[in-house]
Every structure is written in structure tokens, then in C-alpha cells.
């Protein structure tokens, strides 16, 4: 049973806790409230996936060490998610739903957390929060990034805090961030792989410019300003093809700084791999639809895997079991917002983004 905790000041203690901790203080999620001078909330969540303690870790050290003894700049409303497989540094545990597929709009509304999630979601409505900021970490090396659900303008600009790439994601259904988005500007970070300082050095830094802000600006951003992509393929190795890293012999040999070509936007002609043997076609691309694209993004004709075109990959791994189990990477194409911002006469989303079947998501 899945019960809302909701507080108005942090219980004794619990900024001495890392995340592992937290459920010696906090019995599931917890909603906490905390005033500051500007008493329009920002809405931050941390912790929906156990393991990604980032979040938790700006958090406390924002209000350890700015906070503790002086107001905040503005209401600070956080939302302490999955304790439980926190303790055990997981993602979620083997009894509990994916957290953040269980928000309001997502396939699980009647699941306990997501009546919980409903409760919190009108909760916060009725609070007018300036922002919501949902704090996440992936793995591989991505650098950090932030995720939008709307192309407006004050989303476009929340997220450029952070980073001037922007991704924009319609599925997978019940995240945090498209359920707020639906009433304030909400944003998913990405924040590199847990447990690395700079990750949570970004966030701090993230986080009190978003106290400070007064509104995030609805006038349109100039183009420079964010750089915004989506999904357009997801590609895989074909599992009769053994494959290495580095100068070996095997039938696909990739460069071993392959997942340091992620969110660069590749011109045409850059290598992924040698071919040694094997098929002649050695990956396959398959677009939102399922349609077969490999050959619109690569060729295969001169020994090597080579980009077609301009693209740009994300989640490109050096781990063999990865590669099989789920996939090569992603690739992303940019979009120029300018041509899809709500409320101008232009279509706001192409209709390839707003399907909802999409094989290609981001690990929010
Ligand atoms: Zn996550």
C-alpha cells in the first residue's frame, strides 16, 4: 500500500542521508514542503528510479549548505519518490511498477502509485507552481541534457538553463514531466551517471536559478539559444554478427571511442565500425513506424558502418550485453522549433512525433 506522507519541514536529520538512508526516515513518498520568500512553488521530484540519486544529492547539498540557516528565495516543494528501491540502489524493485510510467495520461492510473501520483498532481496543481523539474540519471557517456514534453516557449527556455541541447519526447506515457506539463512548465534532466559530482554540481546550480527566477519568459527564444531534437530511429546490430571494440578481428570491429560520438551532431561519412566479415549489412535502422531505414543513414560499401548523412546519436554503448539485449543507439534528427511552437498558425507537433507507439525512447 502505497500511502502519501506530506510534511512542512524536513524531518531531523535527513540531509545527513544519502539516499541508500532515506527510508529510515521517510516510510515511501514523501511530499515536503518548504517556504520561502517568493511563495509560488517550484515543484522538484527526486528519486523516481532508486538508483539515480542526483537529484537527492543536489537537493540536500542545496539546502545544507545555502539553506539551512537563511529563507528560501522561493517555496520549495519536493517530492522524495521511490525510497524503497533506493535502499537497494535500484531502479525499482521487482514488486513495484516503473514510477515514472504511473503519473496521470500513463497506462497505470488505478496501480496505487498511480492514484498516489493522481493525489500529488492535484496537490500541486492548485499550488501554481512556477516549474516542475524532475531530476533523472542514464548510463553510458551522455552528457547532460534536458527533456521537454511541449514546444513552447517557457518550456524551451526552462530546459536551456540546463543545457542548450533539448530533447523532445511524446511517449513513453506517465512521466512526471508530461503529466505537468499539462498546467506548468516541466522539464526531465538527464544527469550523466549517478554519483558523479559534476552531475550534481549541475543540478545545484540549475535548481537556484530556477528559485531565482520570476517567470520564465513566454516571448519566442532565438534560435541559437536551444538546440531541440527528437527521435527519428533506433538502431540495432543483427544478432548473427559478433562484434568487438577496437583493432580486432571480429566481423564488426567498432572504434572504441564509439559512445563518445553521442548527442555530436555526426556529418555524412563518419565511421562507426570496420567490417571484417559477415553479413554485408551488419545493423538495421528502423524508424518510428518500424520501417526498415538503414540504408537512408548508413552505407556499408567501403569496409566500414558509415553515417549517409548529418545525424546525431545518443546511448551509442560499449556494452556488449546492452548492444544485443536492447540496442546499437539512437538517432536523433533537430528540429527547428521555430516551425512548431504552440499557438503560431504551423502544425505544433509533426504527426511522426505525436504518435504514441514509438519504438525509440529516452530512459527517462
Ligand atoms: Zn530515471
Known sequence: MVKLTELDHLPDGLLERPASALHRSLNGPTLIHLEGRNKQPLFVTVLQ??????????????????????????????????????????????????????????????????????????????????????????????????????????????ASIFSSKVVLFTTPLGTQSMAFSKFCPSTTLECGQAGEIHGTDHSIGFLETCMHTNDLATTPLDADEVHLFHMVATVRVRDDVLIGFGNVPTEVAFRKDLDSLNFHELPAGISFADINGGPPVPLCATDIDGNDVTNHYFRFDRGRIETRREIMPSMLTLDRRIIHQDCLCYLMERIHFEDHVEGTDHDPLPEAMRRSDRPGEPSV
Not at 539553506?67 to 522524495?80: A, H, K, N, T
Not at 493525489?119 to 552528457?143: E, K
Open 49 to 158: 528510479h532508486g538508483n539515480e540519486d542526483t537529484g537527492w544529492e543536489a537537493i540536500r547539498r542545496l539546502l545544507k549548505s545555502h539553506y539551512e540557516f537563511d529563507q528560501l528565495p522561493r517555496s520549495l516543494s519536493i517530492l522524495i519518490a521511490n525510497t524503497r528501491a533506493a535502499k537497494h540502489r535500484l531502479r525499482r524493485l521487482d514488486d513495484q511498477l516503473d514510477y515514472n510510467r504511473c503519473w496521470p495520461g500513463g497506462q497505470h492510473e488505478d496501480s496505487e502509485p498511480g492514484k498516489l501520483f493522481q493525489q500529488i498532481t492535484d496537490r500541486i496543481r492548485s499550488m501554481s507552481p512556477v516549474a516542475s523539474i524532475d531530476i533523472h540519471n542514464n548510463t553510458g557517456l551522455n552528457p547532460h541534457y534536458a527533456a521537454i514534453n511541449r514546444v513552447r516557449p517557457e518550456f524551451l527556455r526552462l
